[in-house]
Nanobody, 126 residues
């Protein structure tokens, strides 16, 4: 059974930082494609960042230069370091794994990732 467990969300003021963590089990982590999505209050979903062993990291334009994705294969954990946070970063952040083709996540997001975590709330106040 694949499990993705996120942590690190919370409430911060604009300009602050948070680091999200996602620990995976049940997958071959060092060869898995991993991603972070976010879902805004209106339901819109967005792939924030992704990483895999064979391609360079991806960032959505709105977070470039502020967010950094990384992974620790020894800990089966992927991180999303979020700096210079803005109110528009407020969302539920989800860890996702294994990009295998178009599908829908449990939260209704259209995605290419087959496994999702439970989500962690990030709230940035102005």
């Amino acid at each position: 059974e694949v499990q993705l467990v996120e942590s690190g969300g919370g409430s911060v003021q604009a300009g602050g930082s948070l680091r999200l963590s996602c620990t995976a089990s049940g997958i071959t982590f060092d060869s898995a494609a991993m991603g972070w999505y976010r879902q805004f209050s209106g339901g819109e979903c967005e792939l924030v960042s992704s990483i895999s062993s064979d391609i360079s990291a991806y960032y959505v334009d709105s977070v470039k230069g502020r967010f950094t994705i990384s992974q620790d294969n020894a800990k089966n954990t992927v991180y999303l370091q979020m700096n210079s946070l803005k109110p528009e970063d407020t969302a539920v952040y989800y860890c996702a794994a294994e990009s295998r083709g178009p599908t829908y996540a449990p939260n209704g997001c259209k995605t290419e990732y087959n496994y999702w975590g439970q989500g962690t709330q990030v709230t940035v106040s102005s």
